[in-house]
C-alpha cells in the first residue's frame, strides 16, 4: 500500500522513490512488525485472561510441573496474524501474486488452527475430544494446499518454476510437471503440522520460525534477483523477492511474539500460529524451489515430527515405546533437562542447520 503511494507521490517528491528499494522495505517490515507487536501485545494478553482462554494441561502424563502452566492465556499466535497481515500490507507490493499467496495461505491455516483451538477450549470437561476431528483438520488444510498449489503451477512462466532443485549440485533438478503440485501440498501441509508438533514449551516453536523464514527470506531474494541467481546456479523466479517482505513480518512479529512467549511464557500460540506459520514456511519454501533446504533448515521440525511417527509406529508393531514420550522434547523433559535448556539448545541446533542450508549456495 506504502509502496503504491509512494511511487505516486514520488513523481512531485523523489525522495518517496527510495521505498522502491525492497531491501528497505524488508528493514522496515521486520521493524513494524515488531512494534505492532509489542504494542498490541498486553491488551491481548489482558483480553485472553478476561474471557479465560487459557491452556488445558494434562495431568498424569509424568510432566508435572507443566500443570503450573494450566490457566495461561492461549491462542497468542493471532497476534502474530494480525501484525503479519498489516505489516505486509502496509510494505508489500499488493500488484504481486506471490505476496497474496501466502498471505492467504497463512491466514487460512490460521483460521483452522482457531478453530481447533476454540473446540478444545469449549471441550475441555472432555478430554477424549482435543479439537476437532484430525480427518475435518486434514481436509481444511488440504483444501488450500492444493488450491495454493494449483495457482501456483498455473501461473509458472518458465519450466525452472516446476523443478525439483537437489542441493549441492550445479545442475542437478528434477523436472516435476504434474507432480508439482503433489510435492507442494506435501510440503505445505506437512510442514504446518510439524511446527505445530515442536509447539510443545515456551518458545520452542517461534525461534526455529523466525529462523527459517529469515534462510528462506534470503532465498527469495537471491532467486529473485535475475544476476544473483544465474551466478548462484539456482532457479530465477521472476518476482518471488518480493515475499522478503512477508519474511521481515514473520521475523518482527515473532521476535515480538517470543518478547511474551520466552519462559515461562505469559502467553501461548496455540495451533492458530503454529499451522499458520508451518504453512507459511511451506509456502515460502514452494515458491523459491528450495523444498530440500527447507527439510534441512527445518530439521529440528523434522526431529519432532518423525519422533511422533516412530513412537506411535513402534508401539502399534511392537508394543513398546522408542522415547519417553513423543513429541522428542517431552523425552527430553523426562530425562531431567530442565525446559529452558531443551529450549535452547533446539534453537542452536536451528540457527546451525539454517547455515548448512545457506550454504549449499555455494557448495555446488
Known amino acids: ?22 531491501t528497505l522495505r524488508a528493514i522496515l517490515s521486520v521493524i513494524t512488525a515488531l512494534l505492532i507487536t509489542w504494542c498490541l501485545g498486553p491488551m491481548m494478553i489482558r483480553r485472553l485472561r478476561h474471557y479465560k482462554i487459557g491452556e488445558t494441561v494434562r495431568e498424569g502424563i509424568g510432566l508435572d510441573h507443566h500443570v503450573g502452566k494450566k490457566g495461561t492465556p492461549t491462542m497468542g499466535g493471532a497476534l502474530i496474524l494480525v501484525s503479519i497481515a498489516i505489516t505486509t500490507l502496509l510494505w508489500g ?26 473446540c478444545k477450549l ?17 481436509l481444511l488444510q488440504s483444501l488450500i494446499a492444493l488450491m495454493a498449489s494449483i495457482f501456483l503451477y498455473m501461473h509458472a512462466q518458465t519450466l525452472h518454476e516446476t523443478q525439483l532443485v537437489i542441493p549441492f549440485f550445479k545442475t542437478a533438478v528434477v523436472n516435476l510437471g504434474l507432480g508439482y503440485i503433489l510435492l507442494s501440498y506435501f510440503v505445505i501441509v506437512g510442514t504446518s503440522n510439524a511446527v505445530n508438533l515442536t509447539d510443545g514449551l515456551d518458545g520452542l516453536a517461534i525461534m526455529p520460525a523466525v529462523l527459517v523464514a529469515a534462510g528462506l527470506g534470503i532465498f527469495a531474494y537471491l532467486t529473485g534477483n535475475i544476476k544473483l541467481a544465474d551466478y548462484l546456479l539456482i532457479p530465477y523466479v521472476n518476482g518471488v523477492g518480493e515475499i522478503i517482505i512477508f519474511v521481515g513480518a514473520i521475523v518482527g512479529s515473532g521476535l515480538g511474539f517470543l518478547w511474551f512467549n520466552t519462559y515461562p511464557a505469559e502467553v501461548f500460540m496455540g495451533d492458530i500460529g503454529s499451522l499458520a506459520l508451518g504453512a507459511a514456511l511451506g509456502t515460502m519454501a514452494v515458491m523459491v524451489r528450495q523444498e530440500i533446504v527447507l527439510f534441512i533448515m527445518g530439521g529440528i521440525f523434522v526431529l519432532e515430527t518423525v519422533s511422533v511417527v516412530l513412537q506411535v509406529g513402534s508401539f502399534k508393531m511392537r508394543g513398546k515405546r522408542i522415547f519417553k514420550m513423543a513429541p ?20 542452536i541446533i536451528t540457527f546451525l542447520l539454517v547455515m548448512l542450508g545457506l550454504a549449499t549456495l555455494k557448495l555446488r
Do not use: C
Request: proline fraction near 5%; charged fraction near 20%.
Open 328 to 347: 522428542i522434547h517431552h523425552h527430553f523433559e523426562l530425562k531431567g533437562w530442565p525446559e529452558p535448556k531443551i529450549i535452547v539448545r533446539f534453537w
Open 93 to 118: 507490493d499488493l500488484r504481486n501474486s506471490y505476496v497474496w499467496v501466502v498471505l492467504l495461505v497463512t491466514l487460512g491455516f490460521g483460521a483452522i488452527g482457531a478453530y481447533d483451538d476454540f
Open 122 to 138: 469449549t471441550k475441555r470437561s472432555n478430554p477424549s475430544r482435543r479439537g476437532i476431528p484430525a480427518r475435518l483438520k486434514y
Open 1 to 22: 500500500m506504502l509502496l503504491l503511494l509512494a511511487e505516486w507521490f514520488g513523481k512531485s517528491l523523489r525522495g518517496l522513490l527510495v521505498f522502491q528499494y525492497l
